[in-house]
């Protein structure tokens, strides 16, 4: 599926659900209390978002989020205020898998229930074959102040164009 949104738009508000890092959360009996993260909050940052279509599936635990976070520095570096990573998982998974890989919000573990905001981009994905249900598709975004300066969807299962890599040369 293409994107609706485009290089130069402005993204639609969105609001997402989000369980912030505290040291409790390091006993892995904790849940955390979700809250909410509006994308008014990027208002005047660079962000780098990812999508995955669900926490802990293969493709997105072993190929996608870690070369994120062994990158990080490298995004820091050119300028990136957030990192975040997006999925139709509840807040709790979400967090459950940021907890996994010790992300303690250096990228932050965001939920689109139902991938809401992801559908109001073009963005979603039907996986009900499959038992998954609607979930975000696998993507990347790059905003400057809300504007997106760079957005390219998987054409398959890999990760190429939404990875770490083609995000830092997008920069």
């Not at 738009?9 to 890092?21: E, K, L, N, R, S």
């Not at 999925?87 to 967090?95: E, H, L, P, T």
Request: charged share 20%; aromatic share 10%; hydrophobic share 45%.
């Amino acid at each position: 599926m293409a994107p609706t949104i485009k290089v130069g738009d402005t993204i639609p508000a969105g609001t997402f659900q989000y369980i912030a890092y505290t040291p409790e959360l390091e006993n892995a009996a904790a849940c955390g209390i979700p809250t909410k993260l509006s994308t008014d909050e990027w208002k005047g940052k660079k962000v780098v978002l990812f999508s995955v279509p669900g926490a802990f599936t293969p493709t997105c635990h072993v190929n996608h989020l870690p070369p994120y976070l062994e990158k990080y520095a490298q995004f820091k570096a050119k300028g990136v205020d957030v990192i975040a990573v997006l999925a139709a998982n509840d807040a709790f998974v979400m967090s459950g898998w940021a907890r996994a890989f010790g992300l303690k919000d250096k990228i932050l573990a965001l939920s689109d229930p139902d991938a809401k905001w992801s559908k109001s981009i073009g963005l979603d994905k039907d996986l009900s074959a499959i038992g998954f249900g609607t979930r975000t598709d696998r993507y990347a975004i790059i905003l400057d102040d809300l504007k997106v300066k760079y957005v390219e969807v998987e054409p398959g299962a890999e990760v190429t164009v939404s990875g770490a890599d083609a995000v830092l040369a997008a920069l």
